[in-house]
């Protein structure tokens, strides 16, 4: 099991001693501060292809809760945009606050939003395996997409009424077929700098794509992700909420826009 966490003797705070390049040059997230980005013109339009989508389950890891995609050559994959090569949809899952007024990972001009999704695809032009490209500094893709409270969200309905079956920590439950496109906000504007994983072993291996339009979720559905718990069955309860790392030093990296 982790011996890192998201807790006052776990947390943050402290993942540098077992991962020292959690004080590198490129960790994530970072605050996004408008006024500094900058409009890259030679950015082309981001592809994504999520036809072939075989979501195999859902499980509760004890950080998160994540969707795992089948490791096939016509799997969903993501191009263009910042990408020279294609990158392939491994999984996807979420960070979350105790309230709605904070969760996000990633700000924007100091802003937090409710909570992060998180699209995980690694670069299978370049790379045989997931976990080599995860050690590559252009080895993952990472698409970003903040959850503000409002609206039901329909899309979401199908992975918020599935949590309550991998409630505990090292829960799997079957969920076939699961097309993530509906997660991505209907504008696809987004920043790109590079990062690095939220989460040890914190590889800086990471190319982020941020959108900048959140999706809008159910206060009810917000608080499906709250029941969630980082413990395992017998074990003391710990609710499953404030699973983000604050900004990170942008130690002089460079922010672009897909707009002007
Ligand atoms: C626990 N969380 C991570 C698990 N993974 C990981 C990555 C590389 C190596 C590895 O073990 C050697 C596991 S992962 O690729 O699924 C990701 S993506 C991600 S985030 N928040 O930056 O999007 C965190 C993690
Ligand atoms: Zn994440």
Redesign the pocket.
Known sequence: SNCWGYGEDDGPFFWHKGYPIAQGNRQ?PINIVTSETVYDSSLSPLIVSYEHCTSISISN?G??V?VEYADTEQGPVIEGGPLSDAYRL??F?F?WGHKDYHGS?HTVDGKTYASEL?L?HWNTSKYQT??EA?AASDG?A?LGVFLEAGEEHQGLLKITDALNMVKFKGRTADLKEFNPKCLLPKNLKYWTYPG??????L?ES?IWIVFEEPIEVAKKQMEKFRMLLFSQEEEDEKFMENNFRPPQPLKGRQVCASYN
């Open positions: 994530s890891n950080c998160s994540a491994k999984q899952h960070h990972e998180h995980v997931f976990r995860a993952l990472v690095s994983l939220t989460t040890p072993p590889h990471v």
